[in-house]
């Protein structure tokens, strides 16, 4: 079983309107509501996939339990650990006429220690199950950078891979926890090593600094480049074909769910790496969020170039 962390768990809601105008009435041509938060758009790809996933963090009110219930078409079990307050909602603006995109995006709900502490309990009883722990994105406010720290602690003493993908503050201190695996960008990669990665050398370099800090495996996305990995069986990069791309919000998301299948079937990192890299790419070609097609992926599989550096 595959276990996703969303702490801030949302409903991301997509409207599509012609001709966005500030200040002015906007008429919603078409709208879409799927349960959001990118340790959700981990989950979905992952159920697509065929794993068995269940899906943890906090819900709380209506927005909460439509959440929970937007997920079982996927069949993904919902756990969360529930609230009074409102779960929150992410709103994205597409406007057709001028190819822009505006989103909105709510803070949620305000936790307390006694919520993260019940949460943690919870968690520890999950933990038992997984065969790999992913946990991405923000935190609700009323916790800091030590909630995923913790967390991370939990799933390592529990002796189980732990992938953590987040940003900022939040990253820099649950890297200290040392987690199994993370996927940091060139900016936060910047951040960690204090390198500048100009090229592609020097960002091998500090991918390699973090692995040696006992992180096992460092993915670094490289945009339209592909993204490398750097493990204990060596260093590899990924190139993908050109793609018909349709939507590449939560991309990084599907290729979290890639590294996290590939963990809990026990694949050698460069098949990991190709297997992750052809989900990614299948879920840029639909328009949903966290969604792609197994036949795309299929198809991409054996078209993902892998070089070993």
């Known amino acids: 079983m595959i276990l996703t962390v969303t702490l801030n768990a949302a409903i991301d809601k997509r409207y599509v309107v012609e001709g966005?105008?500030?200040?002015?009435?906007?008429?919603?041509?078409?709208?879409?509501?799927?349960?959001?938060?990118?340790?959700?758009?981990?989950?979905?790809?992952?159920?697509?996939?065929?794993?068995?996933?269940?899906?943890?963090?906090?819900?709380?009110?209506h927005a909460g339990a439509y959440?929970?219930?937007?997920?079982?078409?996927?069949?993904?079990?919902?756990?969360?650990?529930?609230?009074?307050?409102?779960?929150?909602?992410?709103?994205?603006?597409?406007?057709?006429?001028?190819?822009?995109?505006?989103?909105?995006?709510?803070?949620?709900?305000?936790?307390?220690?006694?919520?993260?502490?019940?949460?943690?309990?919870?968690?520890?009883?999950?933990?038992?199950?997984?065969?790999?722990?992913?946990?991405?994105?923000?935190?609700?406010?009323?916790?800091?950078?030590?909630?995923?720290?913790?967390?991370?602690?939990?799933?390592?003493?529990?002796g189980i891979p732990v992938i953590l993908d987040t940003s900022g503050k939040l990253l820099e201190m649950g890297i200290e926890a040392i987690p199994t695996m993370i996927k940091p960008n060139i900016d936060e990669i910047r951040?960690?090593?204090?390198?500048?990665?100009?090229?592609?050398?020097?960002?091998?370099?500090?991918?390699?600094?973090?692995?040696?800090?006992?992180?096992?495996?460092?993915?670094?996305?490289?945009?339209?480049?592909?993204?490398?990995?750097?493990?204990?069986?060596?260093?590899f990069r990924a190139r993908v074909p050109k793609i018909d791309a349709v939507n590449t919000v939560g991309c990084g998301d599907s290729m979290i769910a890639g590294f996290a299948l590939g963990l809990s079937k026990g694949l050698p990192l460069e098949e990991t790496l190709r297997l992750a890299s052809a989900i990614s790419a299948a879920a840029a070609m639909r328009e949903e969020t966290g969604f792609f097609v197994m036949e795309d992926m299929e198809k991409l599989l054996p078209q993902i170039e892998i070089t070993r550096l």
């Open 20 to 61: 966005f105008r500030t200040g002015e009435v906007n008429r919603v041509k078409e709208c879409t509501y799927v349960p959001g938060g990118k340790g959700l758009n981990v989950s979905k790809p992952a159920s697509i996939y065929g794993a068995e996933v269940v899906a943890t963090g906090f819900a709380g009110g």
């Open 67 to 158: 959440i929970e219930d937007a997920l079982k078409p996927f069949g993904i079990r919902s756990a969360f650990y529930h609230v009074d307050a409102e779960s929150r909602s992410c709103i994205n603006i597409w406007d057709e006429v001028n190819q822009v995109q505006t989103e909105f995006l709510e803070p949620g709900f305000t936790l307390t220690e006694e919520d993260f502490a019940g949460f943690e309990a919870k968690f520890r009883q999950l933990v038992q199950e997984a065969k790999v722990v992913a946990m991405s994105g923000s935190v609700p406010k009323g916790l800091d950078g030590t909630a995923y720290q913790r967390l991370v602690k939990i799933v390592k003493d529990a």
């Open 191 to 235: 951040m960690l090593t204090g390198k500048r990665c100009d090229d592609i050398s020097e960002i091998i370099e500090a991918a390699r600094a973090i692995h040696e800090r006992g992180v096992k495996i460092v993915a670094v996305s490289l945009g339209a480049d592909g993204s490398l990995a750097v493990g204990d069986d060596g260093i």
